[in-house]
Every structure is written in C-alpha cells, then in structure tokens.
C-alpha cells in the first residue's frame, strides 16, 4: 500500500532543497582565497559562559530543576587575505597570525 504524499511532505521537501542550496552558495561565495595580500587580523579571545537549562518540570509546567551547563570557545586567529577581486577571512594557527603582517604575502 503506497503512502500518499500530503502537502505538508511537499512543503518539507521543498524547504530542505531551498536550505542546501542556501548553504552551498554560502559556503561557496563566503569562502577565503587560499593566498594573498593580508589587508586584517582578526583576534578572538578565549571566552566561556555558563547557561542554565531547565532539567524537570513540575506539575503547572514551571521549572522545578535547573542544572548548569559550562559553554567553551577557544582562542582563534584570522588573517583576511585579497588575491584580485577576491576577498575573505580565513582561521589560521597563532604562529601564522604573528609571523604574517597587513600588506605582506601570505602564504
């Protein structure tokens, strides 16, 4: 026995192709040349927070629990590079990010 295909199917399917195409030319028109001209550093600290979520719930629905979750980004580097009309920012190792200065050659 088939299954019918309803329109909320079609509307979901529709939706997921709209998404992928979205993130390939995403992906696509936001990616960093491989080399160039350093026109900017970027640096960003290390840094965490701590968020609360909720763990049970009572009977009217009101958080009854909350335990803490510990949330971690490490330190990262950026050096934004310019090869013709192409430019973009690109994550690189620390010592890349002092030893490359604005206006040099990279790589």
Request: some cysteine; overall charge positive; proline content about 7%.
């Amino acid at each position: 026995m088939k299954r019918r295909i309803e329109p909320f199917d079609i509307l979901l399917m529709v939706f997921a192709a709209v998404s992928v195409i979205v993130l390939w030319v995403t992906l696509v028109a936001c990616s960093a040349p491989q080399r160039g001209t350093v026109y900017d550093k970027r640096y960003s600290p290390p840094y965490s927070y701590t968020s609360y979520d909720c763990a049970s719930y009572g009977r009217n629905g009101g958080c009854t629990l909350r335990l803490p979750s510990q949330h971690y980004w490490p330190a990262s580097w950026q050096l934004c590079l310019r090869e013709g009309d192409k430019t973009g920012c690109r994550d690189v190792d620390e010592r890349s990010w002092h030893d490359y200065q604005i206006g040099q050659r990279y790589p």
